[in-house]
């Protein structure tokens, strides 16, 4: 399923509402925290004027929603895309405000968008929305206001964009530290390419460990192999496991024996897909979903596991690489399963610790060692695991909902200590 048909379906603000409503009943909150929560602190929507390479003139519509700072500025990525919507921004940065909440680091979530197809647009087209973009939300960010981060489809080019704007406007001086995801040369940190990956890698030896299971034993299945994907499989190779199925937008592969990280990735670096690599044997989507095998990484598009499915699938733990691989319903049924689901906001908050770090490393304009970027990551993501775990038996509900009782207590925390004002 696309991610287009799936915004016209089900709307991302209600999910996000949904899941808020359920935390709040079980943690008790009053009608007044539910509604502070519910709804984003701001909504920026600007028009975007762009002049196209051909000399005309187009209007682009861009968002930044900022959810919450009660734990401290607002923190999240910027994506182009030809379905972004508010709603899909706000429930975004309100699923940040989560993930930020769950990493424990002092940010509250923000989002962005642009209404935009990049793949149809030039360099220097690009170069002028974004510009302008940045110009135009330049009041709302700042190193300690709002720091943005790359999205879909954008990446080090634009933050490095955007870092010049800001700064320029700020006072003509570099100011690194409004923006993470940027290219090493301007202030980027090591470790932040792998970081998404490694972090999942590192939550997934947390959950074997609380499963007995041992990882040179285990067989893993990862569907979609983009740069989460491709890492993620990866640092789970190191720790012992054995990937026996993979697939990307092409197709997916199969061999029980076991497929090489290192020459797959290779051989997509080469051909552009996985498919038709080495002793391996075509299968399509279903059929990889359901394969068995000891750990499961949705690394694709939302929606994947939906209760369609859900009852076919034979693992011991998903840890959900992608944003929203999951349906509601489908999580109930792998939880009666006794199926360990590690929840995106989670697995994949590696990406959002080493952009703290990012961050961190910008202010004190000192840099750190990948090494150092690594431990301390790896430190950070299993205290985060445990956490979220520990909520999970303490409530007796799986580890989505334990993921977000745990958040939507620590944003509350915060929100009662600091007082309403005036």
């Known amino acids: 399923m696309s991610s287009s048909n799936f915004n016209e379906k089900i709307n991302p603000f209600e999910v996000a509402l949904k899941q808020l409503q359920e935390a709040s009943k079980i943690l008790n909150l009053d009608n007044g925290m539910l509604e502070i929560l519910s709804k984003p602190k701001r909504i920026l929507t600007v028009s975007i004027p762009t002049r196209m390479d051909d000399g005309s003139i187009k ?66 087209e690009l170069e002028r929305m974004t510009r302008r973009f940045a110009y135009l939300i330049s ?33 003509n001086y ?13 202030g980027g940190s090591l470790g932040r390419n792998e970081a998404t990956g490694r972090g999942l890698a590192y939550t997934v030896r947390e959950a074997a460990k609380k499963r007995d299971i041992d990882m040179k034993q285990a067989t893993v299945v990862v569907q979609g192999f983009g740069n ?51 002793d391996t044997k075509s299968i399509n989507n279903d059929e ?13 598009l939302e929606n994947q596991i939906t209760n369609h499915n859900a009852d076919k699938i034979k693992t011991q733990i998903i ?37 703290y770090f990012e961050w961190l490393q910008n202010l004190r304009r000192e840099y750190w060692t990948e090494e150092e970027v690594n431990n301390r990551l790896d430190l950070n993501i299993t205290k985060s ?5 520990d909520t999970h038996t303490q409530y007796n509900v799986d580890m989505r909902k334990a993921a977000t009782l745990l958040a939507v207590k620590r944003v509350v925390e915060a929100i009662n200590i600091r007082g309403l004002w005036p």
């Open 228 to 278: 989460a994907g491709q890492f993620s499989s990866k640092l789970v190779e190191e720790q012992g496991a054995k990937i026996i199925a993979a697939s990307d937008s092409q197709g997916a592969i199969i061999n029980k024996n076991g497929i090489s990280m290192d020459a797959l990735m290779k051989f997509k670096k080469e051909t552009g897909s996985i498919v038709g690599f080495g």
């Open 139 to 171: 009041d709302i960010i700042g190193p300690y206001r709002d720091i943005p981060a790359p999205d879909v489809y954008t990446g080090g080019k634009e933050m490095a964009w955007i870092m010049d704007t800001y700064s320029t406007l700020k006072g």
């Open 288 to 300: 990889l979903l359901e394969t068995e095998c000891t750990i499961l990484i949705p690394a694709a």
């Open 59 to 124: 209007v682009f519509t861009g968002f930044r929603s900022q959810h919450n700072d009660a734990r401290g500025p607002h923190k999240g990525g910027i994506r182009y895309h030809p379905d972004v919507t508010l709603d899909e921004v706000k429930a975004l940065s309100m699923w940040m405000t989560w993930k930020c909440a769950i990493a424990n680091i002092p940010y509250g979530g923000g989002k962005g968008g642009i209404i935009c197809n990049p793949k149809q647009m030039s360099e220097n």
């Open 385 to 389: 695991f445990y956490d979220v775990y």
């Open 174 to 186: 570099v100011q690194p530290e409004v923006i993470t995801g940027k290219p090493i040369a301007i």
């Open 319 to 355: 840890a959900e690489a992608a944003n929203g691989p999951t349906t509601p319903e489908a999580d109930e049924i792998l939880y009666k399963k006794d199926i360990l689901v590690i929840p995106d906001v989670l697995a994949n908050g590696g990406g959002v610790t080493v952009s």
